[in-house]
């Protein structure tokens, strides 16, 4: 709730701006051709910051992060470029973007350091891209670390987020299963958010066999879980894309008597009415 104060609040103070340089604010590159050109003349690292005109975030990051003189200050290390995921397609999938903002450092050959994903405060994000830059706290330096943390779900955690934010899906729900599957008492804390992550990518990429049984044990083991409403969500259209049509409808009244102001309660109200409708499943 703080955040989203915190991001209305900023979003009322914050006006459309040109990705161009300016006086102001950070040296925006004009694209990316001139960019890297610029860095492999100067020799200079580049920021690229994959945004897209919906992303709330970003406009934050833009507010709350790039318009601080100190960090105006501190961008002039480097070449800035923002690039629109929706419309350069072939960078987005080049690196392999997943969320809103990120932003990725590179040299000048363009060989990735890593990345800072999400809106950032400042001083971290600084912090992380100095790491980054001196070879900590890299996915690369996590991976080679995984051996040694093999019991440590909070180091498992970490680099399954790391790995789904550098686009390999499927590396990180490997590591999101097996703390979901090894840690039952949740001693982590980690283990629904991890469930959730791999039903709703398993969902989303269609994979709804594979999905269903997940929500299912998900709604199941947290009965009040922070994320409950979209596990009822998610169970029901599972169970609706499994054909199992009365299972359906009841996941999807579950979630309305659960959550009825919730912003897809419209949305399960429809399908409750159009599955009730529809006859026992087939």
Known sequence: MQRLVLCLLLLAAWAPRSHAGSSEGIAWQPDLTTAFQEARRSGRDLLLDFVTDWCVWCKVQDSATYSVPEFVEYSKRYLWVKVDAERDTLAARKYGIRAY?????????????????????????????????AGRNTLAALLDGEEAHRADCDYEYRLADRLYAHGRSDDALQRYQHIFESDTANASGHAEECGYMVARTLRRAGDFGRALPVYQVLVRRFPEGQLRAGELFGLGLSLEAAGQTPEAAAAFEEFVR?????????????????????????
């Open 101 to 133: 903002p990120t932003v990725v450092v590179v040299r000048p050959d363009g060989l990735e350091y890593d990345r800072v994903v999400g809106y950032t405060r400042p001083a971290d994000f600084q912090a992380q891209v100095e790491d980054y830059r």
């Open 258 to 282: 659960e959550f009825p102001n919730d912003a897809s309660a419209p949305e399960a109200r429809q399908k409750i009415s159009a599955l009730r409708g529809a006859g026992p499943s087939r």
